[in-house]
């Protein structure tokens, strides 16, 4: 049977990836996809300090084992005829790039290892998520389909340029039938702290942004008129304020980003120091979306209004406490 979507799940026999394929099965019947799981021995095994040394055969048995523990897990969450199987061999986060190259979603779960561990098993999220060319799920180990939450969480980094970021919230929102919440924190200094607010109109800049998150989403909206849509912008360093935020969201999309260093020079793709704090903890699934060619159309870069900078030139010259030298 041909299925209109194809989910790729990496899966190592872990709590995590038990957790991975249940999230991954769970999409699977949402957007009527296949279902593709994957497995990766390495391709040498003698490096792996953290092994027993095994031959090839043991190990790709081993393999099996786990690629058919999967299945059957798969299997008791979807119609037979979705899943499918697939042993490869070799570096775990290139091998799981590689199979999600004709994929609409790559689904691993997140694993608490000890450092060490992490080394040797090469099993990093940061090796995977930069370099898919599809969209990559990271499900927390405690995530549970009972208790998934209503709300698909949007962090909005540049609203001007996340128009495919936001399209992409509003379908999730229709499958889940839930909310979509698209935030945009504001981190300048001075606006967070609370002896400040007399001197510079909080609200003022907070009303700003919501002002150009809703005027990205305009367009958008009339093709999504069942969905619930909620503007926020708040202040605080991005990082602090999503994890905040999706504590009660079911999901929480981000999206990694192009640069150019100069006018007409090679777009350089990234992934930012929020998303990568994110993904070390995260507080519900995360799914990171490539980059859109938008992050290549300039735009304006906001100045601060005089008030702020009044506000902070004031409060690097306030002088501390004089010092009283003991006699």
Request: hydrophobic share 45%; net charge neutral; with cysteine.
């Amino acid at each position: 049977m041909q299925y209109g979507e194809r989910i790729v799940v990496g899966v190592n026999g872990s709590d995590g990836s038990n957790v991975a394929v249940r999230y991954a099965a769970r999409e699977a019947t949402r957007r009527d996809a296949a279902l593709h799981l994957v497995h990766v021995v390495p391709a040498c095994v003698d490096a792996n300090p953290a092994a027993y040394v095994l031959g090839a055969a043991a190990v790709e048995a081993a393999g099996r084992r786990i690629l058919t523990d999967a299945y059957d897990l798969a299997r008791s969450l979807v119609a037979e005829g979705r899943v499918s199987t697939e042993l490869l061999a070799g570096p775990r986060a290139d091998a799981l790039v590689a199979a999600a190259a004709e994929a609409d979603l790559l689904v691993i779960g997140d694993e608490h290892k000890a450092y060490v561990e992490q080394l040797s098993s090469a099993w990093a999220a940061d090796g995977v998520v930069p370099h898919t060319p599809c969209p990559v799920v990271l499900v927390p180990v405690s995530w549970r389909a009972v208790a998934e939450k209503p709300t698909v969480l949007v962090g909005i980094r540049d609203a001007r340029r996340s128009l495919a970021l936001i399209e992409t919230g509003l379908d999730e929102a229709r499958r889940r039938r839930a909310t979509v919440v698209l935030l945009h924190a504001s981190y300048r200094p001075g606006l967070d702290r609370d002896h400040l607010a007399r001197d510079v109109d909080r609200e003022l800049w907070l009303e700003e942004d919501r002002r150009i998150v809703a005027e990205a989403a305009e367009p958008l909206l009339e093709e999504y008129p069942d969905v619930p849509i909620e503007i926020r912008a708040l202040v605080g360093r991005p990082g602090a304020v999503l994890r905040r935020a999706a504590a009660s969201a079911g999901v929480l999309l981000l999206s990694r980003h192009l640069t150019q260093k100069a006018p007409g020079a090679e777009a350089v793709e990234s992934f930012g120091r929020t998303g990568r704090q994110l993904l070390r903890r995260p507080p519900c699934p995360i799914e990171i979306l490539p980059p859109s060619s938008q992050w290549l159309i300039p735009t304006p870069r906001p100045e601060l209004a005089p008030s702020a900078r009044e506000a902070g030139q004031r409060r690097r010259t306030v002088p501390g406490p004089a010092k009283v030298a003991a006699g």
